[in-house]
């Protein structure tokens, strides 16, 4: 190798250096451009978020106050069928009355004097139990492979010795007796 090789070859590994360092910084300057986009990024959808969260607060409390302000009782108690029908959450064994309140925007004691004063029955949470023994029924004559335990837990009631007692005092037989008739009338 001669002296103008080993020139040249010097000469080109300084370039090469030159091009991996220009490179190196290249790379920390994009890398620190991510970074900041990244935090941007997050900032953008934690913002996003909250907006949204927002929105849906403002909407649920414009949804509470449309629904607070209705003075008709019909209208209220529409709402609250439609409510039932739709979504089903008296079939979930933690909803109540206060529940129900709050599905409908409305206050406790606005529910209360609607059941109180509008409806045969007495108080919301009746309503609901009502609406269980109606469920129950349904899925006794409507799945007859379910066991009584399982119609107990869907419809709601959570064990079989209540839907047992809900049954008897609403007409007056037990689960076992209500599809026992069913099966003999067909």
Do not use: C
Request: no cysteine; proline share 2%.
């Amino acid at each position: 190798m001669t002296k103008e090789d080993i020139q040249r070859l010097q000469e080109e590994n300084a370039a090469l250096r030159e091009e991996v360092e220009r490179l190196k910084n290249e790379l920390i300057r994009l890398v620190s451009r991510n970074l900041d986009l990244s935090e941007r990024l997050e900032e953008d959808l934690e913002m996003r978020r909250r907006t949204d969260v927002a929105r849906e607060l403002l909407n649920g409390n414009i949804e509470r106050q449309r629904n607070a302000d209705l003075k008709d009782d019909a209208q209220l108690m529409a709402l609250i069928e439609l409510q039932v029908e739709e979504n089903g959450p008296h079939l979930k064994p933690d909803f109540d009355s206060a529940a129900l309140a709050q599905l409908l925007g409305v206050s406790k004691e606005r529910l209360a004097r609607l059941f109180s004063h509008q409806t045969i029955y007495r108080t919301a949470d009746a309503y609901i139990d009502n609406l269980r023994v109606l469920a129950a029924m349904r899925m006794l004559r409507e799945k007859p492979q379910w066991s009584i335990a399982a119609v107990a837990e869907e419809s709601g009631i959570g064990n079989v010795r209540t839907l047992q007692r809900r049954m008897q005092e609403v007409i007056g037989m037990t689960p076992v007796d209500y599809r026992r008739m069913l099966t003999r009338d067909l």
